[in-house]
């Protein structure tokens, strides 16, 4: 095919109107074509403008669709992003391997076809301010909700009532413990050095009785440092047969099994909390 | 500004985020509407995009293209996997068309174009249709589809000029 029928292809392609056989094909020329790259971006920029031609549409609520994409983004850490430390050895800090600093050679007329843009700096500055203080005020409610949170587990774990247990292998890690306070029926476990569940698996407590079937105590998992610190979700029954003996741990397929399908990885047994 | 707001992005900030929404969220609204013709799928193709905007902002170049082709083109794509290909190639769905406004640039642009024309545009951009697709739903030789789809892409660009304002043109063409 010669350059100017690849040419012929550069609108459609641009908009997605090429078939997979023919984008693929002219996707191979483009590599090596600067004139027909030109005018993709040319025409993306058209498409780009095709768009501000939708009739307006308010959302059913566009502050908690703004939220949503805010928090969203909070769980989730953008490609190159990398932390490396800082010159003077202080703290790492983030760097992104963008070349979005770059001065822009956008095509002017794009610029200046959005209506919003002028208008948009000024309260792209105001908001940004607005947004900082909201930012810290939710900073502040949710090390608040952390602070209560750790203050009724400590409650929990204070007192008579609570017995621990330590699960041991015969080599030093991982070290895990399980806290059980029967009054209030919570268990935590804690780990350190716990190598993360085989993908599709969790690890899994039961408690064991002498002379019965072990019942489960609930699931969890560890974060990539291998440590937890862990709310077991466990049925009120298990409070109600008395002293437990000994715990175990397994690795079980994700959701819990209602037997062990392993024989225990690690076992301790229960001890008053002096 | 927005290439700062990238990089800000870019480099973790998700408030940064939040400012490209506040920038562009309408466009990508009305569009993911237009596209979908729901607003639970038009909040999930927006969310989508901006999530995919967030996580690709460090690869992104703004000497290249403008956020704006950026960011709706996110959008589109995220609206239109959100409609099944067969429903949009048929007629009993009804995507909310767009008529040619004056009261945008793009809008009077689009008033320059024949009606063919404009109706291939809408069958590309707003149903995702590929030409071949366009063919077989008009009716219409393949090659004319292509051609039609070229030369209201290039009367477009060549509507809006490097001022952003709209040449003088007459409304129907020759």
Known sequence: ?274 | MQSEIIAAMAAGDAEALGALYDAYGSIAYGLAYAITGAHASAESAVAAAFAEAWRTAATFDTSRLSVLAWVTSLVRQAALAAVPRERRRTDQWVAVVPAPTASTSVGRALGTLTEPQRRVLELSYFRGLSASEIAAHLGERERDVRELLKSAMNDLRSAVSPTGTVEERPVTRA
């Not at chain 1, 003077?88 to 992104?96: D, E, I, K, L, Y």
Request: hydrophobic fraction near 45%.
């Open chain 1, 1 to 274: 095919m010669t350059h100017e029928q690849y040419m012929e292809s550069a609108a459609p392609y641009a908009l997605g109107a090429l078939d997979p056989a023919e984008r693929a094909t002219f996707e191979a020329h483009l590599a090596g074509c600067a004139e027909c790259r030109e005018a993709i971006a040319a025409y993306r920029e058209v498409a780009g403008a095709l768009a501000q031609s939708a009739p307006p549409v308010v959302p059913r609520n566009a502050a908690a669709l703004r939220d949503r994409i805010v928090r969203n983004a909070q769980r989730v850490r953008p490609i190159g992003v990398v932390l490396r430390p800082s010159r003077n050895g202080g703290q790492p800090r983030v760097v992104a391997s963008s070349v979005a600093g770059a001065a822009s050679r956008r095509v002017p007329w794009v610029i200046a076809a959005l209506s919003l843009a002028a208008a948009a700096m000024f309260a792209f500055v105001y908001r940004a301010e607005r947004n900082r203080a909201v930012g810290l005020r939710s900073e502040l409610a949710s090390a608040r909700a952390a602070r209560a949170h750790d203050d009724s587990v400590l409650a929990a774990f204070v007192g008579p009532e609570v017995h621990v247990v330590s699960l041991a292998a015969a080599s030093e890690k991982p070290t895990v413990r399980v806290f059980w306070n029967h009054t209030r029926n919570t268990f935590i476990v804690t780990a350190s050095g716990l190598p993360p569940a085989p993908a599709g698996k969790t690890y899994q407590l039961w408690a064991l009785r002498k002379g019965q079937v072990p019942l489960p105590m609930g699931t969890f998992v560890a974060n990539p440092a291998g440590q937890t610190m862990t709310t077991l979700a466990v049925s009120t029954a298990i409070n109600d047969g008395g002293f437990i003996d000994d715990c175990a741990l397994t690795i079980e397929p994700i959701g819990g099994s209602p037997q062990p399908t392993e024989s225990p990885r690690l076992i301790g047994s229960w001890r008053h909390v002096d």
